[in-house]
Nanobody, 121 residues
Framework: QVQLVESGGGLVQAGGSLRLSCAASGRFFSINAMGWYRQAPGKQRELVAT???????SSADSVKGRFTISRDNAKNTVYLQMNSLKPEDTAVYYC???????????????WGQGTQVTVSS
């Protein structure tokens, strides 16, 4: 199975930067798309950005030009560089990965435990 461990959250002032990391570990055949989602208090979880195993990226309009997603396939790690942070970016950020446990398995959806990002005004 796939375990996802996130790091890099914290408290930052508006206009500042943070870099989130998420490493996939465990026994699996492959990791396909990876991504970041976030959930603010009282709101639904929303997509922030995704990246395919081939490096194709997609991101929410609200973060375009400020956040950059990248990955290191050799390390099974995905990153989220967040610049020009705004108070409305405050949320718990969750790492997501679509993994295939064995050669003959279907693809499964895996989630990290979440990391808090707080942006003060």
């Amino acid at each position: 199975q796939v375990q996802l461990v996130e790091s890099g959250g914290g408290l930052v002032q508006a206009g500042g930067s943070l870099r989130l990391s998420c490493a996939a570990s465990g026994r699996f055949f492959s990791i396909n798309a990876m991504g970041w989602y976030r959930q603010a208090p009282g709101k639904q979880r929303e997509l922030v950005a995704t990246i395919s195993s081939g490096g194709i990226t997609s991101s929410a309009d609200s973060v375009k030009g400020r956040f950059t997603i990248s990955r290191d396939n050799a390390k099974n790690t995905v990153y989220l560089q967040m610049n020009s942070l705004k108070p409305e970016d405050t949320a718990v950020y969750y790492c997501n990965a679509r993994g295939v446990p064995t050669r003959y398995s279907s693809e499964y959806n895996y989630w990290g435990q979440g990391t808090q990002v707080t942006v003060s005004s």
